[in-house]
Protein backbone atom coordinates (compact mmCIF):
# COMPACT_ATOMS: atom_id res chain seq x y z
CA UNK A 1 0.00 0.00 0.00
CA UNK A 2 1.62 3.12 -0.67
CA UNK A 3 2.22 6.06 1.02
CA UNK A 4 -0.30 9.29 0.63
CA UNK A 5 0.50 13.19 0.01
CA UNK A 6 -3.23 14.65 -0.46
CA UNK A 7 -6.44 13.75 1.15
CA UNK A 8 -10.02 14.81 0.79
CA UNK A 9 -9.67 18.35 2.44
CA UNK A 10 -6.71 19.24 0.82
CA UNK A 11 -8.12 17.80 -2.80
CA UNK A 12 -11.09 20.14 -2.72
CA UNK A 13 -8.33 22.89 -1.37
CA UNK A 14 -6.77 22.05 -4.32
CA UNK A 15 -10.07 22.75 -6.56
CA UNK A 16 -10.53 26.05 -5.36
CA UNK A 17 -6.82 27.10 -5.87
CA UNK A 18 -3.29 25.46 -6.35
CA UNK A 19 -1.68 28.48 -4.48
CA UNK A 20 -4.02 27.78 -1.28
CA UNK A 21 -3.09 23.84 -1.83
CA UNK A 22 1.06 24.72 -2.06
CA UNK A 23 1.05 27.35 1.14
CA UNK A 24 -1.41 24.20 3.29
CA UNK A 25 1.47 22.14 2.00
CA UNK A 26 4.34 23.92 2.75
CA UNK A 27 3.69 27.18 4.89
CA UNK A 28 0.64 26.12 7.13
CA UNK A 29 1.74 28.55 9.89
CA UNK A 30 0.55 31.66 7.47
CA UNK A 31 -2.93 30.23 7.86
CA UNK A 32 -5.52 32.86 9.49
CA UNK A 33 -6.92 31.49 12.68
CA UNK A 34 -10.04 29.50 12.56
CA UNK A 35 -13.40 31.78 13.53
CA UNK A 36 -15.51 29.77 15.94
CA UNK A 37 -18.05 29.93 13.53
CA UNK A 38 -16.07 27.83 11.51
CA UNK A 39 -14.88 25.82 15.02
CA UNK A 40 -18.71 25.39 15.34
CA UNK A 41 -19.18 23.73 12.06
CA UNK A 42 -16.71 21.15 12.45
CA UNK A 43 -18.27 19.95 15.79
CA UNK A 44 -21.76 19.96 13.75
CA UNK A 45 -20.88 17.65 11.42
CA UNK A 46 -18.82 15.26 13.42
CA UNK A 47 -22.01 15.08 15.35
CA UNK A 48 -24.67 14.70 12.52
CA UNK A 49 -22.32 12.15 11.04
CA UNK A 50 -21.79 9.75 14.52
CA UNK A 51 -25.82 10.10 14.45
CA UNK A 52 -25.87 8.62 11.14
CA UNK A 53 -24.07 5.75 11.94
CA UNK A 54 -26.87 4.55 13.46
CA UNK A 55 -28.32 3.69 10.11
CA UNK A 56 -26.31 1.04 9.89
CA UNK A 57 -25.57 0.09 13.84
CA UNK A 58 -23.13 -2.50 15.02
CA UNK A 59 -20.08 -1.09 13.30
CA UNK A 60 -16.97 -0.69 13.81
CA UNK A 61 -14.96 2.63 13.78
CA UNK A 62 -11.59 3.43 12.60
CA UNK A 63 -8.76 4.97 14.26
CA UNK A 64 -7.48 8.23 12.98
CA UNK A 65 -6.53 7.77 9.24
CA UNK A 66 -3.58 6.42 7.97
CA UNK A 67 -1.65 3.57 6.67
CA UNK A 68 -2.58 2.14 10.16
CA UNK A 69 -6.09 2.33 9.22
CA UNK A 70 -6.30 1.84 5.84
CA UNK A 71 -4.49 -1.86 6.54
CA UNK A 72 -6.81 -2.45 9.15
CA UNK A 73 -10.06 -1.62 6.69
CA UNK A 74 -8.63 -3.72 4.25
CA UNK A 75 -8.59 -6.46 6.67
CA UNK A 76 -12.27 -6.27 7.66
CA UNK A 77 -13.42 -5.88 4.23
CA UNK A 78 -11.12 -9.40 3.47
CA UNK A 79 -13.02 -10.77 6.71
CA UNK A 80 -16.32 -9.35 5.12
CA UNK A 81 -16.84 -7.29 7.71
CA UNK A 82 -20.51 -6.08 7.95
CA UNK A 83 -20.80 -2.14 8.98
CA UNK A 84 -16.91 0.19 9.05
CA UNK A 85 -17.40 3.37 10.61
CA UNK A 86 -14.68 5.69 8.74
CA UNK A 87 -13.26 3.34 6.46
CA UNK A 88 -9.35 4.27 5.71
CA UNK A 89 -8.42 3.66 1.81
CA UNK A 90 -4.72 5.01 0.34
CA UNK A 91 -4.79 5.51 -3.52
CA UNK A 92 -2.74 7.16 -5.98
CA UNK A 93 -1.05 9.17 -3.62
CA UNK A 94 -4.62 9.85 -2.25
CA UNK A 95 -6.24 8.85 1.53
CA UNK A 96 -9.65 9.23 2.29
CA UNK A 97 -12.07 8.50 5.35
CA UNK A 98 -15.43 7.29 4.36
CA UNK A 99 -18.32 7.76 6.63
CA UNK A 100 -20.42 4.32 6.43
CA UNK A 101 -19.37 1.36 4.21
CA UNK A 102 -21.76 -1.70 4.49
CA UNK A 103 -21.43 -5.17 2.77
CA UNK A 104 -23.97 -6.11 0.48
CA UNK A 105 -24.26 -9.85 -1.45
CA UNK A 106 -21.88 -8.60 -4.01
CA UNK A 107 -19.37 -6.39 -2.50
CA UNK A 108 -19.90 -3.19 -0.35
CA UNK A 109 -22.17 0.63 -0.30
CA UNK A 110 -20.85 3.37 0.14
CA UNK A 111 -21.86 6.21 2.24
CA UNK A 112 -20.66 9.83 2.89
CA UNK A 113 -23.03 11.98 5.04
CA UNK A 114 -23.10 15.54 4.93
CA UNK A 115 -24.69 18.05 7.91
CA UNK A 116 -26.23 20.66 5.86
CA UNK A 117 -29.69 20.51 4.41
CA UNK A 118 -28.80 21.04 0.99
CA UNK A 119 -26.01 19.09 -1.77
CA UNK A 120 -23.46 21.39 -2.85
CA UNK A 121 -20.56 20.81 -6.01
CA UNK A 122 -18.20 20.40 -2.94
CA UNK A 123 -19.93 17.47 -1.53
CA UNK A 124 -20.11 15.58 -5.60
CA UNK A 125 -16.25 16.70 -5.67
CA UNK A 126 -15.96 15.18 -2.49
CA UNK A 127 -17.57 11.46 -2.80
CA UNK A 128 -16.05 11.57 -6.55
CA UNK A 129 -12.64 11.63 -5.02
CA UNK A 130 -13.60 8.87 -2.65
CA UNK A 131 -14.93 6.61 -5.28
CA UNK A 132 -11.88 6.82 -7.18
CA UNK A 133 -9.78 6.30 -4.34
CA UNK A 134 -11.45 3.26 -3.12
CA UNK A 135 -12.10 1.68 -6.39
CA UNK A 136 -8.29 2.28 -7.59
CA UNK A 137 -7.42 0.45 -3.85
CA UNK A 138 -8.97 -2.47 -5.62
CA UNK A 139 -12.81 -2.06 -3.82
CA UNK A 140 -15.42 -0.91 -6.43
CA UNK A 141 -18.02 0.46 -4.39
CA UNK A 142 -21.94 -1.16 -5.66
CA UNK A 143 -23.69 1.91 -4.61
CA UNK A 144 -21.99 5.15 -4.06
CA UNK A 145 -24.43 7.80 -1.49
CA UNK A 146 -24.15 11.18 -0.04
CA UNK A 147 -26.74 11.06 2.72
CA UNK A 148 -27.50 14.90 4.10
CA UNK A 149 -30.14 16.06 6.71
CA UNK A 150 -33.77 16.41 6.09
CA UNK A 151 -34.93 20.18 6.08
CA UNK A 152 -38.54 19.45 7.17
CA UNK A 153 -37.26 16.93 9.99
CA UNK A 154 -35.96 17.78 13.04
CA UNK A 155 -33.43 15.75 15.01
CA UNK A 156 -35.06 14.02 17.56
CA UNK A 157 -35.17 10.79 19.29
CA UNK A 158 -38.75 10.51 18.76
CA UNK A 159 -38.66 10.58 15.14
CA UNK A 160 -37.68 7.50 12.57
CA UNK A 161 -33.97 8.02 11.88
CA UNK A 162 -34.32 7.52 8.31
CA UNK A 163 -36.91 10.35 7.85
CA UNK A 164 -34.23 12.46 9.17
CA UNK A 165 -31.82 12.15 6.14
CA UNK A 166 -32.05 12.12 2.64
CA UNK A 167 -29.90 9.33 0.20
CA UNK A 168 -28.77 10.46 -3.18
CA UNK A 169 -27.40 7.96 -5.27
CA UNK A 170 -24.33 9.54 -7.46
CA UNK A 171 -22.86 6.24 -8.64
CA UNK A 172 -23.00 6.97 -11.93
CA UNK A 173 -21.57 10.63 -11.59
CA UNK A 174 -19.01 8.84 -9.76
CA UNK A 175 -17.84 6.89 -12.72
CA UNK A 176 -18.23 9.33 -15.18
CA UNK A 177 -15.43 11.77 -13.42
CA UNK A 178 -13.10 9.10 -12.85
CA UNK A 179 -10.84 10.58 -15.79
CA UNK A 180 -11.52 14.15 -14.83
CA UNK A 181 -10.54 13.28 -11.10
CA UNK A 182 -7.41 11.31 -11.68
CA UNK A 183 -5.88 14.50 -13.74
CA UNK A 184 -6.81 16.64 -11.03
CA UNK A 185 -4.90 14.99 -8.96
CA UNK A 186 -2.06 14.73 -11.54
CA UNK A 187 -2.23 18.46 -11.38
CA UNK A 188 -1.90 18.90 -7.39
CA UNK A 189 0.82 16.74 -7.54
CA UNK A 190 3.06 18.56 -9.67
CA UNK A 191 2.09 21.87 -8.03
CA UNK A 192 3.12 20.60 -4.75
CA UNK A 193 7.04 19.08 -6.55
CA UNK A 194 7.67 23.23 -7.01
CA UNK A 195 10.07 24.90 -4.93
CA UNK A 196 7.50 27.92 -4.94
CA UNK A 197 3.82 28.82 -4.70
CA UNK A 198 1.66 29.22 -8.10
CA UNK A 199 1.71 33.00 -8.92
CA UNK A 200 -2.25 33.24 -8.83
CA UNK A 201 -3.51 36.79 -8.28
CA UNK A 202 -6.45 37.17 -6.01
CA UNK A 203 -9.41 36.73 -7.23
CA UNK A 204 -13.20 35.10 -7.18
CA UNK A 205 -11.67 31.69 -5.88
CA UNK A 206 -10.35 33.40 -2.75
CA UNK A 207 -14.24 33.45 -1.90
CA UNK A 208 -15.84 30.05 -3.86
CA UNK A 209 -16.76 28.02 -2.56
CA UNK A 210 -14.99 28.77 0.88
CA UNK A 211 -12.97 31.64 1.89
CA UNK A 212 -9.72 30.82 2.04
CA UNK A 213 -7.63 30.73 4.87
CA UNK A 214 -4.81 32.45 3.30
CA UNK A 215 -6.34 35.41 2.72
CA UNK A 216 -3.96 37.13 4.87
CA UNK A 217 -1.16 36.74 3.15
CA UNK A 218 -2.42 36.90 -0.48
CA UNK A 219 -4.70 40.24 0.04
CA UNK A 220 -1.67 41.94 1.70
CA UNK A 221 -0.62 43.62 -1.28
CA UNK A 222 -4.72 44.71 -2.52
CA UNK A 223 -6.59 47.89 -1.83
CA UNK A 224 -9.69 47.75 0.21
CA UNK A 225 -11.98 48.47 -2.32
CA UNK A 226 -10.85 45.32 -3.60
CA UNK A 227 -10.91 43.57 -0.79
CA UNK A 228 -14.26 44.10 -0.51
CA UNK A 229 -15.47 42.93 -3.65
CA UNK A 230 -14.28 40.01 -2.94
CA UNK A 231 -15.65 39.90 0.43
CA UNK A 232 -19.50 40.73 -1.87
CA UNK A 233 -18.67 37.61 -4.22
CA UNK A 234 -20.61 35.27 -2.50
CA UNK A 235 -23.44 37.98 -1.75
Known sequence: MSEYILSKSTYIRGLQCHKSLYLNKFRPYLRD????????????????????????????????????????????????????????????????????????ENGYNAYEVKSSIALSNVYYNDAFLQYHVINASGLKPEKFFLIHRNADVELSETVDLEKMFIFTDVSAECEKQEVIVQENIGHMLEVLKRDKSPDIQPGRQCMTPYPCDFRGVCWKKISKEEQDELLNVEN
Not at 64 to 71: Q, V
Not at 82 to 97: G, Q, T
Open 33 to 104: KISEEQLAKFARGHAIGKIAQQLFPGGIAMSRPGMASALKTAQLISEGFPVIYEACFISDNVIVALDILVKQ
